[in-house]
């Protein structure tokens, strides 16, 4: 549904556009370099330049902006040939997950951005084309990207060696918590303790447990969740080694009420040392850089670039 302006505004809103070019500096439209017969505007170098001053706290020379922008067109005409076109949907999206990651709303985001001279369209823009680019290299370079486990058990003998993996141990159980409300007096918390303690001597079982705590009022037993050695701090990991599968932990007090774990599996498991992983994520970090500059320097060479007035 089409929202009509009152008449008698339209003329107020012509006037407001034309004092808004009247104002606005001559070059503002100046098309500075063609790339791939799209233009690049003095206006888009400038907008790209208060955005990268804002975002990396320093002011980029002219020339690494628009280096920036002419990167960007190509990656965009090179997602277009391979069908890789986010939607608005998407950006939209996008956008709205930076605003939740600053823990401030879309809105604040727009007038944080606009207060600095931003627009917001600018930004959305610069996610696009990062968005196509990663998808376009990922995509085309799928087996290239892939670590071998060879590679990174060489990296990791390089610098000294230090066991690739560890034998460890995976848990799978469910938390239980019987409800204490706040302020109840220490009478009712004991009693809850001994009705913890009756419950323990009762579960033989993952199923008895869900049935026994689903009907009981006053008591959860949540999602079952899977953990390994590495997850656990060592008292806790001591605790499930000692519970026998299918039993309840012992109780204890917590802000939520009196709570325990039932246990219902614990099988033995290999799991990645932390350097290991650490150098498998550098070692697939360097190999994505190398790989999206050559590509990006094979496809500027290819491109049509042509500047105007620089």
Not at 115 to 134: D, N, Q
Not at 194 to 218: D, H, I, M, W
């Amino acid at each position: 549904m089409k929202i009509r302006l009152p008449v008698f505004r339209l003329p107020l809103l012509v006037l407001a556009s034309v004092l808004v070019l009247a104002g606005a500096p001559a070059r503002a439209q100046n098309i500075v370099v063609m790339v791939n017969g799209d233009p690049i505007t003095d206006f888009d170098i400038e907008q790209r330049s208060k955005l990268d001053t804002l975002t990396t706290q320093k002011t980029p020379s002219r020339q690494d902006v628009i280096n920036t922008l002419i990167d960007d067109k190509i990656k965009m005409k090179e997602g277009k040939k391979y069908g890789v076109d986010p939607t608005v949907s998407d950006i939209n999206q996008s956008y709205e997950g930076m605003a939740q990651r600053m823990r401030i709303s879309i809105d604040q985001l727009t007038k944080s951005l606009e207060s600095k001279g931003v627009r917001p369209e600018t930004l959305k823009s610069r996610m696009k084309s990062e968005m196509v680019w990663t998808s376009l290299v990922r995509g085309r370079f799928k087996e290239k990207l892939m670590i071998g486990e060879k590679d990174v058990a060489d990296k990791v003998r390089e610098g000294g060696d230090e066991k690739l993996q560890i034998e460890g141990t995976e848990y799978k159980m469910q938390p239980i918590v019987l409800i204490v409300p706040r302020g109840s007096s220490p009478a009712f918390q004991e009693t809850r303790m001994k009705e913890a303690e009756q419950y323990r001597s009762r579960v033989g079982s993952c199923e008895e447990a869900n049935s026994l705590f689903r009907s009981t009022p006053n008591a959860t037993i949540r999602d079952s969740v899977t953990k390994t050695t590495a997850d656990l701090p060592e008292a806790l990991r001591k605790v499930l080694d000692d519970t026998p599968i299918g039993h309840l932990t012992a109780p204890e007090v917590t802000k939520s009420g009196i709570e325990m774990v039932v246990l219902c599996s614990r099988k033995p498991t290999t799991i990645d040392t932390p350097k290991k992983r650490e150098i498998r994520e550098k070692m697939y970090t360097e190999k994505y850089e190398k790989t999206q500059k050559a590509y990006l320097d094979e496809l500027r060479k290819a491109a049509m670039i042509e500047y105007r007035n620089h």
